[in-house]
């Protein structure tokens, strides 16, 4: 079973909805054993950086989930802040995040661009592939997702950063490092290619 972790963190039950769509069982909690027990992992979130990892060491998660994801190399995805809780460091509180990745969530700045841009960067946008991945399977160009963030990623590793997205700046949306994926933009409402997303997620 994968279980999507609850942390208070926004849009658990979506999510939860989107694998149904698929045929795919998941359970919302943040029960340990269940963390344990479970064949993969989903770090969905919506919010503070500074907050998530707050609320992640308050419910006593972070040990647990350190065990799980590095120790056992479990399968987890991470889902806009959920994957921005997987770099080392936030402009967003400027607080430490998990250090599972060698990148830094950083904010949106077109205060030097001739062209400006609206924070946050909402809506519907491509990714390009940096390489191919299981996570990619039947997903190109011509896909749309969609996006609503105010802070990115950036990797200092290329091998971690799976593909990118380009508005006004190029950043990295979807990470992959062995077990460890994330994506910015928000699969559960992304219609088909978010489903299809999902779906090579709960097959890989």
């Known amino acids: 079973m994968i279980v999507i972790i ?3 963190m926004g849009n658990l039950h979506s999510v939860r909805k989107a694998f149904k769509r698929i045929g795919v069982e998941t ?20 919010g503070n950086f500074k907050h998530g990892m707050f609320k992640l060491n308050e419910l006593g998660l972070i040990d647990i989930l350190n065990q799980e994801v590095l120790n056992n190399k479990k399968p987890i ?17 400027n607080v430490k995040g998990l250090g599972w990745i060698d990148a830094t969530s950083k904010k949106f700045d077109f205060s030097k661009n001739t062209i ?11 990714v390009l ?9 039947g997903i190109n160009e011509e896909n749309f997702f969609y996006f609503v963030h105010s802070y990115y990623v950036s990797t200092n590793k ?3 950063k799976l593909a990118v997205t380009k508005y006004k700046i190029e950043f990295t949306s979807i ?3 062995e077990n460890i994926m994330g994506v910015q ?5 992304s219609h088909d290619s978010g489903l299809n997303l999902l779906k090579n997620f709960s097959k890989g």
């Open 175 to 177: 990470v992959e490092k």
């Open 185 to 189: 933009f928000h699969p559960e409402k």
């Open 158 to 160: 290329a091998n971690e």
């Open 6 to 8: 609850d942390y208070h």
């Open 27 to 46: 359970k919302i909690s943040s029960n340990i054993e269940d963390i344990k027990n479970a064949k993969k992992l989903v770090l969905p979130g919506v």
């Open 116 to 126: 400006k841009a609206k924070i946050p960067h909402m809506g519907w946008n491509t």
């Open 129 to 137: 592939k940096s390489r191919e991945s299981n996570l990619l399977k």
């Open 77 to 93: 995805l991470g889902i806009c802040l959920g994957m921005q809780l997987f770099t080392s460091f936030s402009e967003e509180g």
